[in-house]
Protein backbone atom coordinates (compact mmCIF):
# COMPACT_ATOMS: atom_id res chain seq x y z
CA UNK A 1 0.00 0.00 0.00
CA UNK A 2 1.35 3.43 -0.75
CA UNK A 3 0.65 6.52 1.25
CA UNK A 4 0.35 10.01 -0.37
CA UNK A 5 -0.11 13.12 1.07
CA UNK A 6 -2.35 16.15 0.22
CA UNK A 7 -4.24 19.03 1.87
CA UNK A 8 -7.71 17.96 3.20
CA UNK A 9 -10.36 20.90 2.34
CA UNK A 10 -13.56 18.81 2.44
CA UNK A 11 -14.32 16.74 5.92
CA UNK A 12 -15.10 12.94 5.58
CA UNK A 13 -13.26 9.83 4.86
CA UNK A 14 -13.99 8.06 1.35
CA UNK A 15 -12.55 4.86 -0.22
CA UNK A 16 -13.89 3.83 -3.98
CA UNK A 17 -11.81 2.72 -6.74
CA UNK A 18 -10.02 5.59 -8.96
CA UNK A 19 -11.53 7.07 -12.08
CA UNK A 20 -10.19 9.75 -13.80
CA UNK A 21 -11.29 12.55 -15.21
CA UNK A 22 -11.77 12.11 -18.90
CA UNK A 23 -9.35 13.58 -21.09
CA UNK A 24 -9.48 16.40 -23.78
CA UNK A 25 -10.84 16.01 -27.19
CA UNK A 26 -7.58 15.32 -29.66
CA UNK A 27 -6.98 18.35 -31.81
CA UNK A 28 -7.15 16.85 -35.66
CA UNK A 29 -4.25 18.02 -37.56
CA UNK A 30 -5.36 21.60 -39.44
CA UNK A 31 -6.55 21.64 -42.86
CA UNK A 32 -4.21 23.67 -45.14
CA UNK A 33 -7.50 25.19 -47.14
CA UNK A 34 -10.76 26.56 -44.99
CA UNK A 35 -14.02 28.04 -45.95
CA UNK A 36 -14.05 31.17 -43.91
CA UNK A 37 -18.12 31.30 -43.48
CA UNK A 38 -18.81 28.11 -42.82
CA UNK A 39 -15.67 27.78 -40.35
CA UNK A 40 -16.86 31.05 -38.62
CA UNK A 41 -20.76 29.36 -38.67
CA UNK A 42 -18.94 26.26 -36.80
CA UNK A 43 -17.59 28.51 -34.11
CA UNK A 44 -20.84 30.23 -33.41
CA UNK A 45 -22.75 26.75 -33.47
CA UNK A 46 -19.83 25.81 -30.96
CA UNK A 47 -20.26 28.46 -28.67
CA UNK A 48 -24.29 28.73 -28.68
CA UNK A 49 -23.94 24.63 -27.39
CA UNK A 50 -21.51 25.29 -24.86
CA UNK A 51 -23.16 28.02 -23.43
CA UNK A 52 -26.75 26.57 -23.83
CA UNK A 53 -25.68 23.16 -22.12
CA UNK A 54 -23.89 25.68 -19.27
CA UNK A 55 -26.46 27.75 -18.45
CA UNK A 56 -29.02 24.52 -18.42
CA UNK A 57 -26.41 23.03 -15.67
CA UNK A 58 -26.41 26.19 -13.84
CA UNK A 59 -30.11 26.22 -13.82
CA UNK A 60 -30.14 22.79 -12.85
CA UNK A 61 -27.58 23.10 -10.36
CA UNK A 62 -28.52 22.00 -7.23
CA UNK A 63 -26.81 24.54 -4.87
CA UNK A 64 -26.40 28.76 -5.73
CA UNK A 65 -22.51 28.17 -5.59
CA UNK A 66 -22.42 25.98 -8.17
CA UNK A 67 -25.00 27.96 -10.34
CA UNK A 68 -22.77 31.24 -9.70
CA UNK A 69 -19.73 29.40 -11.03
CA UNK A 70 -20.87 27.92 -13.94
CA UNK A 71 -22.85 31.27 -14.95
CA UNK A 72 -19.05 32.53 -14.67
CA UNK A 73 -18.33 30.06 -17.11
CA UNK A 74 -21.06 31.48 -19.90
CA UNK A 75 -20.22 34.56 -19.61
CA UNK A 76 -16.57 33.69 -20.58
CA UNK A 77 -17.73 31.46 -23.34
CA UNK A 78 -20.15 34.57 -24.74
CA UNK A 79 -17.50 37.64 -24.40
CA UNK A 80 -17.25 39.08 -27.37
CA UNK A 81 -13.34 40.44 -27.36
CA UNK A 82 -13.03 35.78 -27.49
CA UNK A 83 -15.36 35.91 -30.49
CA UNK A 84 -13.27 38.90 -32.15
CA UNK A 85 -10.05 36.71 -31.47
CA UNK A 86 -11.70 33.64 -32.65
CA UNK A 87 -12.46 35.21 -36.29
CA UNK A 88 -9.51 37.03 -36.47
CA UNK A 89 -7.70 33.96 -36.79
CA UNK A 90 -10.03 31.84 -38.72
CA UNK A 91 -9.55 34.98 -41.07
CA UNK A 92 -5.78 33.40 -41.08
CA UNK A 93 -6.88 30.77 -42.47
CA UNK A 94 -7.21 28.37 -38.99
CA UNK A 95 -10.28 26.40 -38.73
CA UNK A 96 -13.00 26.51 -36.01
CA UNK A 97 -11.32 24.08 -33.59
CA UNK A 98 -7.64 25.69 -33.57
CA UNK A 99 -8.89 29.10 -33.96
CA UNK A 100 -10.55 28.60 -30.32
CA UNK A 101 -7.14 27.23 -29.48
CA UNK A 102 -5.51 30.04 -30.24
CA UNK A 103 -7.68 32.61 -29.04
CA UNK A 104 -8.01 30.88 -25.66
CA UNK A 105 -4.40 30.73 -25.40
CA UNK A 106 -4.23 34.52 -25.85
CA UNK A 107 -6.93 34.86 -22.63
CA UNK A 108 -5.07 32.30 -20.66
CA UNK A 109 -1.39 34.41 -20.81
CA UNK A 110 -3.36 37.77 -20.03
CA UNK A 111 -5.35 35.96 -17.21
CA UNK A 112 -1.61 34.26 -16.30
CA UNK A 113 0.15 37.48 -16.37
CA UNK A 114 -2.42 39.46 -14.33
CA UNK A 115 -2.11 36.88 -11.53
CA UNK A 116 -4.50 36.66 -8.21
CA UNK A 117 -8.02 36.04 -9.05
CA UNK A 118 -7.81 35.41 -12.72
CA UNK A 119 -4.60 33.55 -12.40
CA UNK A 120 -6.75 30.87 -10.68
CA UNK A 121 -9.08 30.99 -13.45
CA UNK A 122 -7.13 29.53 -15.84
CA UNK A 123 -7.97 26.02 -15.42
CA UNK A 124 -11.87 27.14 -16.23
CA UNK A 125 -10.23 28.84 -19.76
CA UNK A 126 -8.86 25.32 -20.45
CA UNK A 127 -12.14 23.98 -19.26
CA UNK A 128 -13.82 26.33 -21.89
CA UNK A 129 -11.40 25.61 -25.02
CA UNK A 130 -12.15 21.72 -24.28
CA UNK A 131 -15.42 22.08 -24.44
CA UNK A 132 -15.58 24.57 -27.42
CA UNK A 133 -13.14 22.20 -29.11
CA UNK A 134 -15.99 18.81 -29.13
CA UNK A 135 -18.44 20.71 -29.99
CA UNK A 136 -16.84 21.78 -33.07
CA UNK A 137 -16.11 18.37 -33.62
CA UNK A 138 -19.06 16.86 -32.21
CA UNK A 139 -17.58 14.48 -29.56
CA UNK A 140 -18.82 14.10 -25.91
CA UNK A 141 -18.00 16.89 -23.52
CA UNK A 142 -15.13 15.88 -21.81
CA UNK A 143 -15.36 16.07 -17.78
CA UNK A 144 -16.40 13.84 -15.35
CA UNK A 145 -16.81 9.87 -16.23
CA UNK A 146 -19.67 7.40 -15.65
CA UNK A 147 -18.01 3.92 -14.86
CA UNK A 148 -21.70 2.79 -13.74
CA UNK A 149 -20.75 2.35 -9.93
CA UNK A 150 -19.72 5.21 -7.31
CA UNK A 151 -15.67 6.07 -7.70
CA UNK A 152 -13.31 8.57 -6.41
CA UNK A 153 -12.70 11.15 -9.14
CA UNK A 154 -8.87 11.81 -10.00
CA UNK A 155 -7.82 14.79 -11.72
CA UNK A 156 -5.40 17.84 -12.03
CA UNK A 157 -7.51 19.96 -11.48
CA UNK A 158 -11.24 20.60 -11.75
CA UNK A 159 -12.91 23.28 -13.73
CA UNK A 160 -16.70 24.17 -11.89
CA UNK A 161 -18.06 23.01 -15.04
CA UNK A 162 -16.94 19.60 -13.48
CA UNK A 163 -17.36 20.47 -9.92
CA UNK A 164 -20.83 21.54 -10.21
CA UNK A 165 -22.12 18.68 -11.74
CA UNK A 166 -21.36 16.22 -9.27
CA UNK A 167 -23.15 13.89 -8.04
CA UNK A 168 -21.85 12.75 -3.71
CA UNK A 169 -24.13 9.62 -4.44
CA UNK A 170 -21.36 8.24 -7.23
CA UNK A 171 -18.96 10.43 -6.60
CA UNK A 172 -17.47 9.50 -2.93
CA UNK A 173 -14.14 11.34 -2.91
CA UNK A 174 -12.19 13.83 -4.67
CA UNK A 175 -8.60 14.04 -4.77
CA UNK A 176 -6.91 16.33 -7.51
CA UNK A 177 -2.94 16.87 -8.27
CA UNK A 178 -3.42 20.91 -8.45
CA UNK A 179 -5.72 23.76 -7.00
CA UNK A 180 -6.04 25.12 -3.22
CA UNK A 181 -7.92 25.36 -0.13
CA UNK A 182 -10.10 28.19 -1.69
CA UNK A 183 -10.27 26.79 -4.80
CA UNK A 184 -13.48 26.19 -6.71
CA UNK A 185 -12.96 22.74 -5.95
CA UNK A 186 -12.48 23.06 -2.35
CA UNK A 187 -15.96 25.25 -2.16
CA UNK A 188 -18.23 23.14 -4.21
CA UNK A 189 -16.71 19.89 -2.89
CA UNK A 190 -17.51 21.40 0.67
CA UNK A 191 -21.00 22.47 -0.07
CA UNK A 192 -21.78 19.41 -1.78
CA UNK A 193 -20.83 17.34 0.99
CA UNK A 194 -18.02 15.58 -0.86
CA UNK A 195 -14.59 14.64 0.72
CA UNK A 196 -11.60 16.00 -1.02
CA UNK A 197 -7.85 16.43 -1.07
CA UNK A 198 -5.92 18.65 -3.06
CA UNK A 199 -2.19 19.11 -4.12
CA UNK A 200 -1.85 16.24 -4.22
CA UNK A 201 0.80 15.46 -7.52
CA UNK A 202 1.79 11.81 -7.10
CA UNK A 203 -2.19 10.98 -6.77
CA UNK A 204 -1.59 11.13 -11.17
CA UNK A 205 0.45 8.03 -10.94
CA UNK A 206 -2.21 6.09 -9.67
CA UNK A 207 -4.09 3.78 -12.36
CA UNK A 208 -7.84 3.87 -12.89
CA UNK A 209 -9.27 0.78 -10.43
CA UNK A 210 -7.05 0.91 -8.19
CA UNK A 211 -8.40 1.13 -4.43
CA UNK A 212 -7.41 4.46 -2.95
CA UNK A 213 -9.23 5.99 0.43
CA UNK A 214 -8.95 9.92 1.07
CA UNK A 215 -9.56 11.41 4.19
CA UNK A 216 -10.41 14.98 3.78
CA UNK A 217 -9.24 16.24 7.51
CA UNK A 218 -6.20 15.57 7.55
CA UNK A 219 -5.21 15.28 3.76
CA UNK A 220 -3.73 11.55 4.11
CA UNK A 221 -4.41 9.25 0.95
CA UNK A 222 -3.90 5.34 0.47
CA UNK A 223 -3.23 3.81 -2.53
CA UNK A 224 -3.91 -0.32 -3.03
CA UNK A 225 -6.29 -1.28 -0.56
CA UNK A 226 -7.90 -4.30 -0.23
CA UNK A 227 -11.81 -4.74 -0.49
CA UNK A 228 -12.43 -4.93 2.84
CA UNK A 229 -10.79 -2.04 4.33
CA UNK A 230 -12.41 -0.16 1.53
CA UNK A 231 -15.87 -0.76 2.23
CA UNK A 232 -14.79 -0.46 6.22
CA UNK A 233 -13.51 2.80 5.71
CA UNK A 234 -16.81 3.65 3.64
CA UNK A 235 -18.99 1.98 6.30
CA UNK A 236 -17.30 3.97 9.41
CA UNK A 237 -18.38 7.35 7.37
CA UNK A 238 -21.44 5.94 6.58
CA UNK A 239 -22.30 5.58 10.36
CA UNK A 240 -20.70 8.73 11.48
CA UNK A 241 -22.67 10.75 8.85
CA UNK A 242 -25.77 8.89 10.42
CA UNK A 243 -25.01 9.83 14.29
CA UNK A 244 -24.37 13.08 13.29
CA UNK A 245 -28.04 13.51 11.45
CA UNK A 246 -29.71 12.47 14.02
CA UNK A 247 -28.53 14.54 16.22
CA UNK A 248 -30.94 17.98 15.80
CA UNK A 249 -31.46 21.13 18.05
CA UNK A 250 -29.91 24.49 18.59
CA UNK A 251 -25.76 24.78 19.22
CA UNK A 252 -24.85 24.30 22.90
CA UNK A 253 -21.77 22.96 25.01
CA UNK A 254 -22.14 19.67 26.41
CA UNK A 255 -22.88 22.08 30.06
CA UNK A 256 -25.33 24.06 27.82
CA UNK A 257 -24.19 27.36 27.13
CA UNK A 258 -25.30 28.38 23.82
CA UNK A 259 -24.03 28.68 20.75
CA UNK A 260 -26.52 29.46 17.44
CA UNK A 261 -24.98 27.55 14.73
CA UNK A 262 -26.45 29.35 11.57
CA UNK A 263 -26.24 28.53 7.53
CA UNK A 264 -24.26 30.31 4.93
CA UNK A 265 -26.35 30.83 1.89
CA UNK A 266 -26.85 32.28 -1.82
CA UNK A 267 -30.01 32.35 -1.90
CA UNK A 268 -33.19 29.94 -0.84
CA UNK A 269 -31.61 27.06 -2.61
CA UNK A 270 -28.89 26.44 -0.30
CA UNK A 271 -31.56 25.61 2.25
CA UNK A 272 -31.20 22.13 2.04
CA UNK A 273 -35.09 20.52 2.49
CA UNK A 274 -35.15 18.26 6.13
CA UNK A 275 -31.72 20.34 8.03
CA UNK A 276 -32.89 22.22 10.09
CA UNK A 277 -31.06 25.32 10.66
CA UNK A 278 -31.21 28.02 13.97
CA UNK A 279 -30.84 30.79 11.23
CA UNK A 280 -28.95 32.11 8.49
CA UNK A 281 -26.04 33.74 9.80
CA UNK A 282 -24.62 35.39 6.19
CA UNK A 283 -26.79 35.73 3.02
CA UNK A 284 -24.81 36.62 0.74
CA UNK A 285 -26.25 38.70 -2.01
CA UNK A 286 -24.06 38.88 -4.60
CA UNK A 287 -25.85 35.86 -6.57
CA UNK A 288 -28.82 38.49 -7.70
CA UNK A 289 -26.40 40.98 -9.45
CA UNK A 290 -24.16 38.06 -10.83
CA UNK A 291 -24.32 37.96 -15.27
CA UNK A 292 -25.70 41.72 -15.67
CA UNK A 293 -25.41 45.03 -17.40
CA UNK A 294 -28.01 46.72 -14.65
CA UNK A 295 -28.20 45.71 -11.36
CA UNK A 296 -31.71 44.00 -10.08
CA UNK A 297 -34.53 46.04 -9.69
CA UNK A 298 -36.19 47.02 -6.61
CA UNK A 299 -38.79 44.78 -7.05
CA UNK A 300 -36.39 41.69 -8.49
CA UNK A 301 -34.89 42.21 -5.10
CA UNK A 302 -37.48 42.36 -2.47
CA UNK A 303 -38.82 39.19 -4.44
CA UNK A 304 -35.23 37.66 -4.18
CA UNK A 305 -35.55 38.35 -0.15
CA UNK A 306 -39.10 37.29 0.50
CA UNK A 307 -38.15 33.97 -0.52
CA UNK A 308 -35.52 33.51 1.76
CA UNK A 309 -37.28 35.08 4.69
CA UNK A 310 -40.29 33.12 3.85
CA UNK A 311 -38.40 29.66 4.58
CA UNK A 312 -36.98 31.01 8.22
CA UNK A 313 -39.85 32.20 9.95
CA UNK A 314 -39.12 33.65 13.81
CA UNK A 315 -36.00 32.87 12.81
CA UNK A 316 -32.68 35.02 12.55
CA UNK A 317 -31.30 36.00 9.02
CA UNK A 318 -28.08 38.03 8.47
CA UNK A 319 -28.03 39.97 5.20
CA UNK A 320 -25.09 40.96 4.26
CA UNK A 321 -24.90 43.79 1.75
CA UNK A 322 -23.51 43.92 -1.80
CA UNK A 323 -19.53 42.66 -1.63
CA UNK A 324 -18.65 43.58 -5.06
CA UNK A 325 -15.11 43.83 -6.81
CA UNK A 326 -11.77 41.90 -6.48
CA UNK A 327 -12.65 38.40 -5.90
CA UNK A 328 -16.51 38.73 -7.22
CA UNK A 329 -16.05 41.24 -9.99
CA UNK A 330 -19.66 42.77 -11.25
CA UNK A 331 -19.72 43.90 -14.58
CA UNK A 332 -22.57 46.54 -14.09
CA UNK A 333 -20.61 48.36 -11.64
CA UNK A 334 -18.20 49.84 -14.45
CA UNK A 335 -15.40 49.71 -12.10
CA UNK A 336 -12.58 51.08 -13.04
CA UNK A 337 -9.23 48.74 -13.46
CA UNK A 338 -7.43 48.24 -10.90
CA UNK A 339 -3.62 47.44 -10.41
CA UNK A 340 -4.60 45.61 -6.79
CA UNK A 341 -8.72 44.95 -6.88
CA UNK A 342 -8.57 42.95 -3.58
CA UNK A 343 -7.21 46.34 -2.30
CA UNK A 344 -9.13 48.68 -4.47
CA UNK A 345 -13.18 49.61 -4.24
CA UNK A 346 -15.03 46.62 -3.25
CA UNK A 347 -17.43 45.81 -0.20
CA UNK A 348 -19.29 48.87 1.34
CA UNK A 349 -16.32 51.56 -0.82
CA UNK A 350 -18.63 50.47 -3.52
CA UNK A 351 -21.57 52.79 -1.81
CA UNK A 352 -18.91 55.56 -1.91
CA UNK A 353 -19.25 56.07 -5.53
CA UNK A 354 -22.65 54.16 -6.35
CA UNK A 355 -24.75 55.21 -3.35
CA UNK A 356 -28.17 54.27 -5.11
CA UNK A 357 -27.18 50.53 -5.24
CA UNK A 358 -26.90 50.25 -1.23
CA UNK A 359 -29.77 52.65 -0.99
CA UNK A 360 -31.81 50.43 -3.25
CA UNK A 361 -30.68 47.45 -1.69
CA UNK A 362 -31.58 48.29 1.98
CA UNK A 363 -35.01 49.41 0.83
CA UNK A 364 -35.35 46.21 -0.63
CA UNK A 365 -34.75 44.13 2.40
CA UNK A 366 -36.75 46.79 4.89
CA UNK A 367 -39.63 46.00 2.63
CA UNK A 368 -39.36 41.92 2.52
CA UNK A 369 -38.36 42.05 6.13
CA UNK A 370 -41.79 43.90 6.87
CA UNK A 371 -43.46 41.50 5.26
CA UNK A 372 -42.37 38.54 7.15
CA UNK A 373 -41.81 37.27 10.54
CA UNK A 374 -38.27 36.40 9.87
CA UNK A 375 -35.48 38.24 12.39
CA UNK A 376 -33.83 40.75 9.63
CA UNK A 377 -30.47 41.79 10.47
CA UNK A 378 -28.59 43.37 7.98
CA UNK A 379 -24.72 43.91 7.80
CA UNK A 380 -21.80 45.53 5.68
CA UNK A 381 -18.97 43.77 4.19
CA UNK A 382 -15.30 45.64 4.14
CA UNK A 383 -15.62 47.63 6.81
CA UNK A 384 -12.23 49.29 7.90
CA UNK A 385 -13.12 52.27 10.26
CA UNK A 386 -15.54 52.91 13.08
CA UNK A 387 -16.85 56.02 10.77
CA UNK A 388 -17.76 53.61 7.98
CA UNK A 389 -19.85 51.14 10.57
CA UNK A 390 -21.59 54.39 12.07
CA UNK A 391 -22.50 55.53 8.41
CA UNK A 392 -23.45 52.31 7.39
CA UNK A 393 -26.09 51.82 10.67
CA UNK A 394 -27.64 55.56 10.52
CA UNK A 395 -28.54 54.25 6.73
CA UNK A 396 -29.65 50.74 8.14
CA UNK A 397 -32.24 52.56 10.69
CA UNK A 398 -32.89 55.68 8.10
CA UNK A 399 -34.88 52.41 6.34
CA UNK A 400 -35.99 50.93 9.06
CA UNK A 401 -33.89 48.55 9.78
CA UNK A 402 -33.42 47.53 13.31
CA UNK A 403 -30.43 45.24 13.69
CA UNK A 404 -27.36 46.29 11.86
CA UNK A 405 -23.60 45.45 12.18
CA UNK A 406 -20.50 45.04 10.32
CA UNK A 407 -18.49 42.19 9.33
CA UNK A 408 -14.91 41.97 10.22
CA UNK A 409 -12.85 41.48 7.64
CA UNK A 410 -10.09 44.14 7.93
CA UNK A 411 -7.20 44.03 10.52
CA UNK A 412 -8.05 48.14 11.13
CA UNK A 413 -11.52 47.08 12.23
CA UNK A 414 -10.42 44.19 15.01
CA UNK A 415 -7.65 46.16 16.01
CA UNK A 416 -10.59 48.63 16.96
CA UNK A 417 -13.60 46.23 17.76
CA UNK A 418 -14.77 47.99 20.39
CA UNK A 419 -15.08 51.23 19.24
CA UNK A 420 -16.38 49.78 15.89
CA UNK A 421 -19.06 48.32 18.06
CA UNK A 422 -20.14 51.91 19.55
CA UNK A 423 -22.46 52.32 16.69
CA UNK A 424 -23.58 48.64 15.55
CA UNK A 425 -25.49 46.06 17.35
CA UNK A 426 -23.10 42.82 15.80
CA UNK A 427 -19.88 41.94 14.58
CA UNK A 428 -19.29 38.85 12.08
CA UNK A 429 -15.72 38.18 11.30
CA UNK A 430 -15.15 36.72 7.88
CA UNK A 431 -11.78 34.65 8.38
CA UNK A 432 -11.59 34.02 4.69
CA UNK A 433 -11.03 38.39 4.09
CA UNK A 434 -9.55 38.92 7.48
CA UNK A 435 -6.93 35.74 6.98
CA UNK A 436 -5.95 37.46 3.48
CA UNK A 437 -5.41 40.93 4.89
CA UNK A 438 -3.81 40.08 8.06
CA UNK A 439 -0.82 37.65 5.90
CA UNK A 440 -1.23 39.86 3.09
CA UNK A 441 -1.96 36.46 1.20
CA UNK A 442 -4.39 36.25 -1.47
CA UNK A 443 -7.05 33.89 -0.42
CA UNK A 444 -7.00 32.47 -3.97
CA UNK A 445 -3.45 31.62 -4.11
CA UNK A 446 -3.32 27.76 -3.38
CA UNK A 447 0.67 28.15 -2.93
CA UNK A 448 0.06 30.58 0.36
CA UNK A 449 -2.26 27.58 2.02
CA UNK A 450 0.17 27.83 4.99
CA UNK A 451 -0.40 31.68 5.65
CA UNK A 452 -4.39 31.76 5.22
CA UNK A 453 -4.52 28.65 7.42
CA UNK A 454 -7.29 30.13 10.51
CA UNK A 455 -4.90 28.20 13.23
CA UNK A 456 -2.52 31.00 12.19
CA UNK A 457 -1.55 32.75 16.05
CA UNK A 458 -2.04 36.37 14.65
CA UNK A 459 -5.45 35.29 13.55
CA UNK A 460 -6.70 34.19 16.58
CA UNK A 461 -5.07 36.96 18.04
CA UNK A 462 -7.17 39.09 16.06
CA UNK A 463 -10.59 36.93 16.73
CA UNK A 464 -9.86 37.19 20.43
CA UNK A 465 -9.54 41.02 20.10
CA UNK A 466 -13.11 41.22 18.56
CA UNK A 467 -14.87 39.00 21.14
CA UNK A 468 -13.44 40.61 24.16
CA UNK A 469 -14.74 43.66 22.71
CA UNK A 470 -18.09 42.22 22.20
CA UNK A 471 -17.91 40.94 25.27
CA UNK A 472 -17.35 44.43 27.07
CA UNK A 473 -20.27 45.93 25.11
CA UNK A 474 -22.77 43.22 25.77
CA UNK A 475 -23.26 42.98 21.70
CA UNK A 476 -22.47 39.48 20.02
CA UNK A 477 -19.71 38.71 17.79
CA UNK A 478 -20.30 35.40 15.55
CA UNK A 479 -17.85 34.04 12.87
CA UNK A 480 -18.91 33.54 9.12
CA UNK A 481 -15.77 32.78 7.54
CA UNK A 482 -14.87 29.35 6.74
CA UNK A 483 -12.69 28.55 9.47
CA UNK A 484 -16.30 28.38 11.57
CA UNK A 485 -16.94 24.72 10.00
CA UNK A 486 -13.83 23.05 11.40
CA UNK A 487 -15.23 21.34 14.61
CA UNK A 488 -12.32 21.71 16.53
CA UNK A 489 -12.03 25.49 15.51
CA UNK A 490 -15.24 25.78 16.31
CA UNK A 491 -14.20 24.83 20.11
CA UNK A 492 -11.46 27.33 19.95
CA UNK A 493 -13.90 30.38 18.86
CA UNK A 494 -16.18 29.69 21.82
CA UNK A 495 -13.55 29.58 23.93
CA UNK A 496 -12.70 33.07 23.23
CA UNK A 497 -16.67 34.28 23.54
CA UNK A 498 -17.95 33.90 19.45
CA UNK A 499 -21.65 33.76 20.22
CA UNK A 500 -22.37 32.49 16.94
CA UNK A 501 -20.89 30.21 14.25
CA UNK A 502 -21.94 30.23 10.63
CA UNK A 503 -21.45 27.69 8.05
CA UNK A 504 -22.52 25.17 4.98
CA UNK A 505 -25.83 23.97 6.04
CA UNK A 506 -23.91 20.20 5.58
CA UNK A 507 -21.32 21.23 7.96
CA UNK A 508 -23.32 21.87 11.24
CA UNK A 509 -23.98 18.20 12.30
CA UNK A 510 -20.20 17.88 13.07
CA UNK A 511 -19.68 21.28 14.72
CA UNK A 512 -22.97 20.47 16.75
CA UNK A 513 -21.63 17.18 17.84
CA UNK A 514 -18.20 18.55 18.75
CA UNK A 515 -19.74 21.52 21.14
CA UNK A 516 -22.11 18.71 22.56
CA UNK A 517 -18.94 16.72 23.52
CA UNK A 518 -17.22 19.47 25.40
CA UNK A 519 -17.92 22.27 28.21
CA UNK A 520 -17.79 25.86 28.13
CA UNK A 521 -14.97 25.78 30.29
CA UNK A 522 -12.99 22.99 28.34
CA UNK A 523 -13.57 25.50 25.04
CA UNK A 524 -12.28 28.60 27.05
CA UNK A 525 -9.17 26.11 27.96
CA UNK A 526 -8.44 25.41 24.50
CA UNK A 527 -8.86 28.85 23.79
CA UNK A 528 -5.68 29.77 25.91
CA UNK A 529 -3.91 27.24 25.27
CA UNK A 530 -4.75 28.12 21.32
CA UNK A 531 -3.72 31.70 21.86
CA UNK A 532 -0.38 30.82 23.87
CA UNK A 533 0.34 28.74 20.63
CA UNK A 534 3.63 30.00 18.10
CA UNK A 535 2.55 28.30 15.57
CA UNK A 536 -0.31 26.56 13.59
CA UNK A 537 0.55 23.08 14.37
CA UNK A 538 1.37 24.32 18.28
CA UNK A 539 -2.04 25.71 18.05
CA UNK A 540 -4.48 22.50 16.71
CA UNK A 541 -2.54 20.52 19.42
CA UNK A 542 -3.83 22.14 22.22
CA UNK A 543 -7.07 21.15 20.99
CA UNK A 544 -6.51 17.56 19.71
CA UNK A 545 -2.94 16.41 21.37
C1 LIG B 1 -15.14 36.02 4.62
O1 LIG B 1 -14.41 36.82 4.02
O2 LIG B 1 -14.74 35.27 5.53
C2 LIG B 1 -16.57 35.90 4.25
C3 LIG B 1 -17.39 35.15 4.97
O3 LIG B 1 -16.99 36.55 3.14
P1 LIG B 1 -16.70 36.04 1.64
O4 LIG B 1 -16.07 34.68 1.72
O5 LIG B 1 -18.02 36.06 0.95
O6 LIG B 1 -15.75 37.10 1.14
MG1 LIG C 1 -15.29 38.35 2.75
Redesign the pocket.
Known amino acids: MADLQGIGVSPGRAAGPVHRLAPPPPLPPAPAVIDIDAERSRARAAVATVTSALSERADAAADATAAEVLRAQVLMAADETLLDAVDTAIDGGADAPHAFVAALAEHRAAFEAAGGYLAERVSDLDDLRDRLVAACLGLPMPGVPSPGHPFILVARDLAPADTAGLDPSVVLGLITAEGGPTSHTAILARTLGIPAVVRCGAVLDIADGVLVSLDGSSGAVAAGLSDASAKSVNDAQRALLDRRSASAGPGATADGHPVALLANIGSARDLPAGVDVEGVG?F?TELLYLDRTEPPSFEEQVAAYQQVFAALPGRKVVVRTL?AGADKPLPFLRLADEPNPALGIRGLRVARATPAVLDTQLSAIAAAAAASTADVWVMA?MVATAAEAAAFAASCRDHGLRTAGV?I?VPAAALRAGTVLRDVDFLSI?????SQYTFAADRMCGDLADLLDPWQPALISLIAACATAGREAGKPVGV???SAADPDFALVLVGLGITSLSMAARSIPAVREALAAHTHDECVQFAKAALAADTPTAARAAVRP
Open positions: LRDPMEGTNDLCGE
